[in-house]
């Protein structure tokens, strides 16, 4: 009886199916790759949260916002420094690859820019809470508003981390 012949070299097999998976690319490859998905998914959260960072600033300027009690106004501030972090750690990797370009060190760029992407996020999950929170006291000053804005901020939970992080551990090898 012959034994079973050796799997191929490279990209991983599946536990039980014997199917190639993955991609065949050097680390550099790879690395090219996943920083050209990761500006692809930058410009998206880029772009809102540098709209909503440019109507908040307008707010302080308005005739409205003089007559607001000091905790709007702290809430405002509060939001608007959320907003000035969220658009710091979503531009950043630009300039990390721009002052690293060229330097060989792509994958370590990536991962580091992956990181400030991420936290990019956080910070714009909190602005938007945060902004979401202002706009309904002003408008309402019922007691139902510290609910709708939980439940808004579960919702952001649940589409941003609990679901993506479901199908990731649902759906990948132990390998």
């Given at each position: 009886m012959e034994a079973?012949?050796?799997p191929p070299k490279g990209p991983r097999q599946g536990p039980r199916d014997?199917?190639?998976?993955?991609?065949?690319?050097t680390e550099e490859e790879r690395a090219d790759r996943r920083w050209q998905d990761l500006i692809q998914e930058i410009r998206v959260a880029q772009?809102?949260?540098?709209?909503?960072l440019g109507f908040l600033l307008t707010v302080v300027f308005t005739?409205?916002?003089?007559?607001?009690?000091?905790?709007d106004k702290t809430i405002y501030i509060v939001t608007i420094v959320?907003?000035?972090?969220?658009?710091?750690?979503?531009?950043?990797?630009?300039a990390l690859h721009r002052i690293v370009a060229g330097r060989r060190i792509k994958p370590r760029a990536v991962i580091w820019a992956s990181r400030l992407t991420l936290l990019g996020l956080v910070?714009?999950?909190a602005t938007l809470t945060s902004s979401l929170l202002l706009v309904l006291r002003v408008a309402t000053h019922d007691a139902y508003v510290p609910w709708l804005v939980a439940g808004v901020l579960t919702w952001y939970l649940l589409c941003w981390f609990a679901l993506p992080l479901w199908?990731?551990?649902?759906?990948?090898?132990?390998?």
């Open positions: 079973d012949p050796k014997g199917v190639r998976h993955g991609r065949n690319e772009t809102g949260v540098q709209i909503l005739p409205h916002f003089q007559g607001l009690h000091q905790t959320l907003g000035s972090l969220a658009t710091g750690a979503l531009i950043g990797p630009v910070l714009l999950l199908i990731r551990f649902r759906h990948t090898n132990d390998e």
